[in-house]
């Protein structure tokens, strides 16, 4: 594992909602916004930028925790900045703040955490959990 980043950096991407993106389960569509689960899937996309850049060739990063606090809705069309703040890197486990926004609304916060672990390690661990 490269550590390349310090306290405060930040990794920023763009999406746009659509309509997959909307509160929906097998009974219909709750709410024409964006759902948890998709904010909860950019969020970890904009942690994992730092993975990326982050990781060796044998490596590769696992979730380990997800926390999102909705602040306000975004509708389908908007396109929200989902950006991630390097918080702390502690036994190879990344830390990043996350803060969802369009334009000057704030949309969400949270946070997340990405485990660096050799690829070998994880097959290992899921190897002995599978039944």
Known sequence: MKNIFKLGDCQTHHFEVKEADFASFKVGTVHRVCST???GREMEWSSRLFVLEMIESNEEGVGTFLN??????AFLGERLTVKAIFDSLEHHELICKIE??????LIATGMTGQKILTKDKINQIFTSLER
Do not use: M, N
Not at 68 to 73: F, M, S
Not at 100 to 105: D, Q
């Open 100 to 105: 969802v926004s369009i334009g000057e609304r």
């Open 37 to 39: 689960f998709a904010l």
């Open 68 to 73: 999102i606090k909705h602040h306000g809705p």
